[in-house]
């Protein structure tokens, strides 16, 4: 198994050798009732989130696929993420972003090609530069702040398997 580094990367991912069958594997995850986990199964993929009482909006979760290697055997790959709402929500924002640039951009260039002023253009597209270092800077900082429960995730999950 590779270690989850110390510098979590946008969606870090792993991959475990198990000795152990597929069925075992999901089914010590789908029986597993430890708070403040909420642990979801949809055939060979589990989720697993945090409760409400420990939820913020930056509470990552982890998503589990296990897959059959041999007789015995599988193999678990492991993705770390954001809420898939946040997620969705972001990229809006950083879509709308971009959006604007490239509408203010065509705006300018047709200004500035019949001769008539574009600095409101211009200047609203470093505004729009601006706006996506800010973006950028929160993805950051909500990164930092789910680090902790992204580690919390990593040790029930780790506990879960030794446990077979």
């Not at 729009?128 to 789910?146: D, E, I, T």
Request: with cysteine.
């Amino acid at each position: 198994m590779k270690p989850v580094p110390n510098d979590i990367v946008l969606r870090p991912s792993f991959q475990l050798e198990l000795p152990s069958s597929k069925e075992e594997v999901l089914s010590a995850f789908a029986e597993n009732k430890r708070k403040p986990f909420l642990i979801k199964r949809l055939d060979e993929h589990i989720f697993i989130k945090f409760n409400s009482e420990k939820i913020h909006f930056w509470s990552p979760q982890l998503h589990l696929e296990i897959q059959e290697k041999d007789e015995g055997n599988s193999k678990l790959y492991g993705v770390f993420g954001p809420n898939p709402t946040l997620w969705t929500f972001f990229m809006f924002l950083h879509f709308g972003v971009a959006t604007c640039f490239i509408i203010l951009g065509i705006w300018a260039y047709s200004s500035a090609s019949l001769d008539r002023p574009y600095g409101l253009q211009l200047g609203l597209m470093v505004f729009m530069v601006l706006l996506w270092f800010v973006l950028y800077g929160f993805g950051r900082a909500g990164k930092h702040k789910g680090k902790p429960q992204m580690l919390e995730l990593h040790t029930f999950m780790m506990e879960t398997v030794l446990a077979i």
